[in-house]
């Protein structure tokens, strides 16, 4: 997305980061983001729908064309997935240099429990042609971005297993979706960045061949520069990222906390394996020790809380960090690796924390 990099935060960036908000990393202590602290990000305008006009099409190379309203939607056998959805910028903002974009520093992440009906019901009912290779999700919000013109829209290949697992959202934690995260209906892919779960969706099309929209095609790659054609970002890759103990201060955020022990908590998440290891440090990443990890949502789509004991030697300042490795293989690095977008970095949270006297 971005092509120029920045020192200075701009007004520019300041009015995204004002718009698109994210997760108060004290809202970790909740299993389920409540909706309102959930982070936001959203490249156009928020949509005003009428959910009684509004329909959703399911057309293209298919046997039957659908189109569909809410109720319709609401009276099929529904499916509820508890998922952590991450940002792809999520930790642009400590890039060097920057990418000029939303300046997410790490609070572009939140768990919800989404509600609606599989993806795969519908397309089996519309019958998916054989010559169909994809499926274009579109949403009803339009904009220019990179200088084109353009309805938000992202496509997954046909035989991608998120799209078995995708779901196409009504309710976000028991109630209906709100209008920021795409009311009235919203795709929902787990284990995949956000920008893959396309908000207030008019339009599914099944299409011949592969979709060369702006948001795949181009947006969303990762560079190594400008020249570079990239790789589409996909999967989540792991991060764990803990609650900040103590007290703030109010300007700088740092963190003042008593003798102890105390017992640091967080939450971490990867959408490439599950979870197996958090690991904590209290010197800036010289010395690890293993958190107690849990799996207290029992969903293969959801971050998992882990907790750790941490005993300050003596009173002063400390960097705490975490590090979460995947059942692949995946872990977190200690510095970031830059691309031109600015997407996955999920180098190891640093937490200064002073332990008073
Ligand atoms: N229609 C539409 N869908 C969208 C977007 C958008 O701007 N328009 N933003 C995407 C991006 S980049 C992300 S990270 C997620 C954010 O979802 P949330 O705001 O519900 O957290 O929505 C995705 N779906
Ligand atoms: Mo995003």
Known sequence: MAATTGTGISLEELQLAARNHGMPLEALRHPITPAGLHYLLIHFDVPVVDAATWRLEVDGEVERPLSL???????????ERTVTMECAGNGRARLEPRPVSQPWLSEAVGTAAWRGVGVHALLDEAGIRPDAV??????????????????YERSLHL?????????????????PLPPQHGFPLRLVVPGWYGMASVKWLARISAVDRPFEGYQNAQAYRLRRDEDDPGVPVTRILPRALLAPPGIPDFFTRERTVPRGPHV??????????????VEVSADDGETWWESELEDDLGSPWAWRRWTAEWRPPQPGRYVL????????????????????????????????VTVAD
């Open 69 to 79: 309203s809410l109720d319709h939607l609401r009276r099929r056998p529904a499916i």
């Open 134 to 151: 994809e499926m274009v999700f579109t949403g009803l919000d339009r904009g220019i971005d990179g200088g084109v013109l353009q309805a």
């Open 159 to 175: 035989d991608d297993p998120a799209l078995a697992d995708a779901v196409l959202a009504y309710e976000m934690n028991g109630t």
């Open 264 to 277: 640091i908590e967080g939450r971490a998440w990867s959408g490439l394996a599950p979870v197996e290891r």
């Open 321 to 352: 960090c975490c590090r979460a490795s995947d059942a692949a293989g995946n872990v977190q690095p200690l510095e970031p690796v830059w691309n031109v977008g600015g997407y996955a970095n999920n180098s190891v949270q640093r937490v200064a």
